[in-house]
């Protein structure tokens, strides 16, 4: 099955910094490729996606970029801030699974 | 408003008991899940329904008893709960195909055990 490491799992910066959470996955099978916020006390929402026929998706100030060659999925924040402070957990996913797999969770705290 | 339900946000009872939580989406998917996260926001998946049937039954103790009463709602038992299922329980739901396999987190219900 699909075996997942994400990284780094704490990251602390500061407001207006950058911050990068990358998620290494094995499943060449992997097409669809999905990111999560889970804010304090609350489940998980969605962030971004990004297919394997795109590479690249951008938006609410974060980019999502997919290395298929290196099975390496990367989530960039380029300008920080506190409401940015949560746990991120990547996930990818080969269609038709019903066994989701996600990473570890990054824990991203922002300081003003 | 569409969306993942759960009921009770908190639960707190003694080692031994019975308790039940419920789940409830109104987005027309038809697949859901429950998820164990733990202290350290670990997530394991612990059961997939699609349709109303049982697709992914991961090894938890015999006392999780998943129940569905039609595609839009996923309730978990636990009878006899132990000090280590003190965690929050995150009922997720789902399209399967059409490129659609987002999931949808409801709140959660957070369980503590004396």
């Known amino acids: 099955g699909e075996q997942v490491e994400q990284r780094p799992p704490h990251l602390s910066v500061r407001e207006g910094d950058s911050a990068v959470i990358i998620c290494t996955y094995t499943?060449?099978?992997?097409?669809?490729f999905f990111w999560y916020k889970q804010e304090p006390g609350a489940g998980l929402q969605l962030l971004m996606k990004?297919?394997?026929?795109?590479e690249i998706n951008e938006g609410q100030g974060f980019t999502v970029l997919l290395n298929k060659k290196d099975k390496q999925l990367s989530l960039n924040l380029t300008a920080a801030h506190p409401g940015d402070s949560a746990v991120y957990f990547c996930?990818?996913?080969?269609?038709?699974?019903?066994?989701?797999?996600f990473g570890k969770g990054t824990s991203l705290v922002v300081h003003p | 408003e569409t969306a993942v339900f759960q009921t009770p946000n908190y639960h707190v009872t003694q080692v031994g008991n019975e308790v039940s939580f419920n789940c409830k989406q109104t987005?027309?998917?038809?697949?859901m899940y429950w998820y164990k996260q733990d202290s350290k926001k670990l997530l394991k998946i612990m059961f997939s329904?699609?349709?109303?049937?049982?697709?992914v039954n991961e090894t938890v103790p015999r006392r999780f008893s998943p129940q569905s009463s039609d595609k839009a709602h996923l309730n978990l038992r636990i009878k006899s709960v132990e000090p280590e299922d003190s965690a929050v329980y995150l009922c997720?739901?789902?399209?399967?195909?059409?490129?659609?396999?987002?999931?949808?987190f409801g709140p959660g219900t957070r369980l503590t055990v004396l």
């Open positions: 997720a739901s789902s399209f399967t195909g059409a490129s659609s396999y987002e999931q949808y």
């Open positions: 499943d060449p099978n992997s097409y669809y």
């Open positions: 990004v297919f394997s026929s795109t």
């Open positions: 996930a990818p996913h080969s269609g038709g699974n019903y066994k989701p797999t």
């Open positions: 987005l027309g998917h038809d697949t």
């Open positions: 329904y699609n349709n109303k049937q049982l697709i």
